[in-house]
């Protein structure tokens, strides 16, 4: 029998899909028009910090008013060498844009057309328009709390590589030498070359805008990622499935078994396997192999930051922690606060940490 939770999942996704179909016959029009009036639509309102080499596009979409975490990102990007460009899909509340002008390049409203892709396209537009010859361009929207711990590295190692298309998260595996897959586009970063390659002018030229999610993922998250991963002359993500499983393989069988019971599992024959596991005889010099490969072959259909966050943020130091409202990520941070309260995980941003707290608490109830 089909769980309610993947039958709602299902339906949804179909309901998506199904209201996608008008759109993709009316949007090209609605796009023409506010192309057309492009400064009419959003409103641009100049920061403090000058324009430089080292740009970074933040994405938010906050309609009840900024939470204090998007400061804290914002000053995390200045720290981190990064002017931002904060683009709002949303009206922005009068004290909060007083306030990000003070810590930001430019800030832009705009309607919520197109999602993230949709933001991220008319940044380009607008660092055009004022020709700043960014040397690196970071993309970083709000669907993640960032950083959660006091002095991530992460943008330090993003800037710092040789590769010139540098994603935070890889969703696929290589295939020899090949990669089947893409970069997530919730944080990524390009560096000349690729920033002037005409691959990259003409994705953004020729994008289509859309407000169904499931279009803005295939046509811009995956195929923006898939175009850049051709044409770069070298690419980069930091975490990754087999960095994943790397790490297990570094762990002791007592860790490995903490992080079986962390897995966020509700399948009903994946959850037999766990518990058959966790109660097998670790001694087995078997077992050790077989929970290994099961919590990787897990994570392989589910994202391991989400079916295993504890392990995630204690052993990789992922610097991030998804809102997503979906099952996975929701159980994810009911996990997370519960390893805080005993203790398993410390050191994370107070603020986040009452901000995740809040969200896990609202859901609850």
Not at 176 to 197: A, E, I
């Amino acid at each position: 029998m089909i769980p309610i939770w993947k039958l709602k999942r299902e339906v949804q996704r179909l309901a998506d899909q199904v209201s996608a179909i008008p759109l993709l016959v009316f949007e090209p029009f609605i796009q023409f028009q506010y192309d057309r009036n492009f400064p009419k639509n959003i409103s641009v309102h100049h920061g403090v910090r000058p324009l430089e080499k080292k740009v970074a596009v933040f994405l938010i979409y906050q309609p009840k008013g900024l939470a204090q975490s998007i400061f804290l990102t914002v000053d995390h990007l200045i720290s981190s060498g990064f002017e931002a460009v904060v683009v709002s899909n949303c009206p922005l509340q009068i004290h909060d844009l007083e306030l990000l002008k003070l810590k930001s390049a430019l800030v832009v409203e705009r309607k919520n057309f197109g999602y993230d892709f949709g933001g991220y396209r008319d940044a380009i537009f607008l660092l055009r328009q004022h020709h700043v010859d960014c040397e690196q361009l970071l993309f970083l929207n709000d669907s993640v709390w960032f950083p959660v711990f006091d002095g991530s590295q992460l943008l330090k190692e993003m800037s710092e590589s040789q590769a010139d298309y540098v994603g935070t998260q890889a969703f696929g595996e290589w295939q020899g030498q090949s990669f089947d897959g893409f970069f997530g586009s919730y944080c990524f970063m390009l560096k000349k070359p690729l920033l002037n390659h005409e691959v990259f002018k003409e994705f953004w030229d020729k994008y289509k805008l859309s407000s169904s999610k499931e279009v803005v993922l295939r046509r811009g998250e995956r195929r923006f990622s898939r175009e850049m991963l051709k044409v770069s002359s070298k690419s980069l993500a930091l975490f990754s499935l087999e960095r994943f499983a790397q790490t297990l393989d570094q762990m002791s069988i007592k860790e490995i078994s903490q992080a079986l019971k962390d897995l966020i599992v509700w399948d009903r024959d994946a959850l037999s396997e766990k518990e058959s596991l966790i109660n097998a005889d670790m001694s087995h010099k078997k077992w050790l192999v077989e929970a290994k490969n099961f919590i990787v072959k897990f994570s392989r259909s589910k994202n391991f930051v989400g079916s295993s966050p504890v392990t995630s943020l204690t052993r990789l130091q992922f610097p991030m922690i998804k809102k997503n409202s979906d099952m996975l990520y929701t159980q994810a941070r009911e996990s997370i606060v519960n390893a805080i309260d005993t203790g398993r995980i410390t050191g994370l941003n107070p603020i986040i940490e009452r901000e995740l707290r809040q969200k896990v608490f609202q859901i609850k109830e």
